[in-house]
């Protein structure tokens, strides 16, 4: 039996048969602008070689819910938005639906999550994707965490149903705490094969990736700075009909991105990114950069 008691700030109170359970609920809105020195489609394989800017709007929510003692739960809904001054029609909108239960068990945790993501461009229906992730996650040591977890997902993208596709992979993840949250480093890999409905688009892909995080105190606010670097290597398995072999692309990018909280609840952020997509497809081989800024209010 499960009885509502009422509303606290950012919680609502639950009286079951054996404790009293707590639903969290955070979520934030933000608004900024970006310059992108190669507006591009990148499911599309399409650059414009051209820079445009544009006004960004994001917002989120989440909720989260302890089951038990070991157990939780939570759900979310993200919502973004870029509109572009002269590349208005590849202005994008994304909503993203999330779901996620987690268990404790003796060293490890268990989980599966899931998302629904939907993109439109200049308002029609551009992508759907689903992704379902199992892992297990546990400190090896009191500084080393890591986490393991397989992925199936499954993209339709309209008016391209050859782009189809539905893959699988493996993710792991090394997390090395120099001094908790306010220093770290995270390295990843991940594996991905891609089965498209044309065989042209049929992909395995290999990456990495290092990310380091500092936190530290400017006036008095405790600010962050993260630093990424991300390698991707794929393969394709059939010939590409346009230039008469298989494809081959390899992707580099780097990024950087400062937080400063300007009170308890708003936040300013800056970022930029630089990527090298190399590969023997034309369009497909492209250089861009980007550089935004944003403010946050979170509650």
Not at 218 to 224: D, E, G, V, Y
Not at 244 to 261: C, H, I, Q
Request: aromatic letters at 14%; hydrophobic letters at 35%; charged letters at 25%.
């Amino acid at each position: 039996m499960k009885v509502f008691l009422g509303l606290t700030a950012g919680s609502v109170l639950f009286l079951t048969n054996s404790a009293i359970a707590e639903t969290t609920v955070s979520g934030a809105v933000s608004v900024g602008y970006e310059y992108d020195s190669n507006v591009s489609v990148d499911e599309l394989d399409r650059s414009s070689s051209l820079g445009d800017g544009g006004t960004l709007l994001a917002a989120d929510i989440s909720l989260d819910h302890d089951l038990s003692d070991k157990t939780s739960a939570s759900a979310s809904y993200g919502y973004s938005r870029i509109d572009y001054q002269d590349f208005d029609f590849l202005s994008r909108e994304t909503h993203m639906l999330g779901g996620n239960i987690s268990s404790k068990l003796e060293k490890v945790t268990a989980g599966i999550n899931y998302f629904y993501i939907n993109a439109q461009l200049d308002g029609s229906d551009f992508l759907t994707y689903h992704r379902a992730s199992p892992s297990l996650s546990g400190f090896v040591s009191k500084r080393w965490f890591l986490r393991g977890a397989y992925v199936f997902g499954d993209k339709k993208i309209a008016s391209r149903p050859g782009r189809d596709a539905q893959n699988h992979g493996t993710e792991l993840d090394a997390y090395y705490f120099w001094r908790g949250l306010r220093r770290y480093i995270n390295v990843g890999y991940v594996y991905r094969q891609e089965d498209s409905q044309a065989a042209r688009f049929k992909y395995k892909a290999h990456q990495v990736k290092v990310r380091a995080v500092q936190r530290f105190e400017i006036f008095s606010k405790l600010s962050m700075l993260e630093l990424g670097l991300r390698y991707e290597d794929r393969d394709y398995d059939e010939p590409t009909p346009s230039i008469g072999e298989k494809r081959r692309d390899e992707r580099v990018r780097a990024t950087v991105e400062f937080d400063l909280p300007l009170t308890e609840r708003v936040n300013w952020g800056i970022y930029a990114g630089y990527s090298d997509y190399l590969s023997n497809l034309p369009s497909a081989d492209y250089d861009q950069s980007v550089v935004g800024t944003k403010i946050e209010i979170s509650f």
